[in-house]
């Protein structure tokens, strides 16, 4: 197996942040879904989650090209701004990060403990995006804006599957949460490297569904809202660029219910003893979703990612003390 350049490059960029994550092939798990099910830790990063792989491989890059950038802004729900910190942090520059109204208080107190600046602005995601460029705008030239999505970040974040699919069995089917698409795009990518026929699958909720229904209608979709606990993929204006390698590289999406997505955060504390935030278990809830609709049949071997376990207290509490469903 060969890897490209690019993907060496942000491996070894992650390497020097961040020991590989490890999968397991839970018992449990394998039994609740009738098929082995492999799940892949990216919640067991310095960051708890996934997006510090894509974070800190954009930043390097950045200022390996401008190295005079002192001041980087970013627009988050919260994962994607701990990693902009934690790479602003390393090379000692400013951040400042804009979050939506009413964010999670932990998430947030985690990017300050990280040396952030944490401003609010607007009531979501894209909002607080809007907000964030008008800083960028405002700052002369002075600040740079990092994305939530780009092909540095994708590369970053594909190292997450570089790992997994190197290192687990081979996997017949591949679900992946989608929020912005950072994640998906970067197993689609270090799909394709490995040369492997893996299926991957994007998993949406149904309250932000605008990738699944891109997807569907082979154009981009907004949505006037994205109303999910799971604020890691509560997305209501899909990228172009993410949505292209989207089309040419998953197999298909599954949406989930709330209550789907409550029922495999119980899941993973049940059967992973692992602490899940909504948006880190929405791979494990389409996995379910598929199992009980009988999609699973012909599956040899699963993989699920969780891709974070940075979520508020009072709200894993109440997940976890709910009824489970029949």
Request: proline fraction near 4%; charged fraction near 20%.
């Amino acid at each position: 197996m060969t890897i490209n350049a690019a993907l060496e490059d942000a491996r070894r960029i992650v390497g020097e942040a961040m020991a590989p994550t490890p999968q397991i092939a839970w018992p449990l798990l394998s039994r609740r879904l009738a098929v082995e099910t492999w799940m892949k830790h990216d919640n067991h990063t310095p960051i708890g989650a996934f997006k510090l792989r894509g974070g800190i491989v954009h930043v390097t890059r950045l200022l390996r090209a401008r190295p005079e950038v002192r001041h980087l802004i970013a627009a988050t729900r919260g994962n994607h701004g701990q990693a902009v910190a934690f790479a602003a942090r390393r090379h000692g520059i400013a951040a400042t990060i804009v979050v939506p109204r009413g964010n999670s208080t932990g998430k947030n107190a985690a990017m300050r403990a990280l040396g952030a600046e944490v401003v609010e602005g607007g009531a979501d995601y894209q909002a607080a995006r809007d907000h964030a460029a008008a800083m960028v705008e405002a700052a002369g030239g002075r600040a740079v804006m990092v994305p939530a999505i780009s092909p540095d970040i994708a590369d970053g974040t594909a190292t997450q599957s570089l790992e997994f699919l190197t290192a687990a069995p081979a996997l017949d089917r591949l679900y992946v949460a989608v929020g912005m698409g950072s994640g998906i795009c970067g197993a689609v990518r270090a799909r394709d490297a490995l040369g492997l026929a893996t299926e991957i699958v994007g998993v949406v909720a149904e309250g932000a569904p605008a990738y699944a229904l891109s997807f569907a209608a082979g154009r981009r979709i907004e949505t006037e809202q994205a109303t999910t606990f799971a604020d890691g993929i509560a997305c209501r204006s899909p990228d172009p660029w993410a949505l292209e390698v989207i089309g040419r590289g998953v197999s298909r999406f599954v949406t989930v219910s709330e209550a789907g997505l409550a029922e495999a955060v119980r899941a993973c504390h049940a059967d992973t003893h692992n602490l899940a935030e909504g948006a880190g278990a929405a791979a494990l809830a389409g996995a379910m979703a598929d199992a009980a609709a009988g999609r699973l049949a012909g599956c040899r071997r699963i993989g699920v990612v969780l891709s974070g376990g940075n979520i508020d207290a009072a709200l894993y509490a109440g997940l976890i003390a709910a009824p489970a469903a029949a």
